[in-house]
């Protein structure tokens, strides 16, 4: 069993989560997306945690700055994807598409995600039902493509659309709030509360259901390749 601990970074910035994750039959743990180290560090004090682990979605910035210090506080290991190895500095382990990540008992699937970074990788820990979307899939929107073409982005929403729709997503960014005034229906109705209730109590409005966010998220809910592309000229 894997639990999930959000840790809000640069709050009313850039609004950034990065992850704690505890597999709870050993007690291993791991950071994933270290926006910046304070933040982190109290809550593994709090939860009187050494992460293990500092694993990564892709290079950006504000993904990674509280790698190094996290690093040597708690001699942990960095885990990226392949592409990454030479863009994130302490790189000790590189994964591709298809590999499998052991946090105890815990396992992560490696879903490669080209669209916003080439090299984006999402973390799914399909016993669990918990999938870590980086800056691909955020709630009600997607990460913008600064290296990525339209048609890497669709393909790789593709594979997100066909997980199974009990799956519970966290995304890199509280991005919530822009979305909600478009949506409509009654899933859309439910989302909106649900959005707004966990926001006003200052809470991350993660995690949501895959079947939600298909239906809720206008990028997911897309059915046509051609429409897609359009969204982007
Ligand atoms: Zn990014
Ligand atoms: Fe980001």
């Not at 999938?131 to 982005?153: A, C, R, V, W, Y």
């Not at 593709?158 to 949506?183: C, M, N, R």
Request: glycine share 8%.
């Amino acid at each position: 069993m894997l639990k999930v601990v959000p840790i809000l970074c640069r709050p009313g910035q850039m609004n950034n989560y990065a992850y704690l994750l505890i597999d709870k039959n050993t007690g291993i743990s791991a950071v994933l997306d270290a926006s910046e180290a304070e933040p982190v560090i109290k809550e593994c004090e709090k939860q009187q945690l050494k992460p293990q682990f500092l694993l990564n979605t892709h290079h950006h910035f504000d993904h990674v700055e509280g790698n190094a210090e996290l690093k040597a506080l708690f001699n942990a290991k960095i885990i990226a994807s392949a592409k990454d190895k030479d863009r994130i500095e302490g790189v000790d382990i590189a994964l591709n598409e298809g590999d499998v990540f052991k946090i105890g008992d815990s396992e992560a699937h490696i879903i490669g995600a080209d669209g916003h970074t080439i090299g984006h990788i999402l973390w799914y820990f399909s016993k669990d039902k918990v999938l870590f979307t980086g800056d691909t899939l955020f709630n009600l929107s997607i990460g913008g493509l600064f290296e990525g073409t339209p048609e890497q982005m669709w393909n790789t929403l593709q594979k997100i659309k066909k997980l199974p729709d009990d799956v519970l997503f966290y995304p890199g960014h509280e991005y919530t709030a822009y979305g909600i005034s478009a949506l409509r229906g009654d899933v859309g109705q439910k989302y909106a509360q649900k959005a707004k209730e966990r926001l006003k109590q200052g809470k991350p409005v993660a995690p949501i259901s895959l079947k939600e966010e298909k239906i809720c998220n206008p990028y997911l809910s897309i059915e046509n390749r051609q429409d897609f592309y359009q969204m982007f000229e």
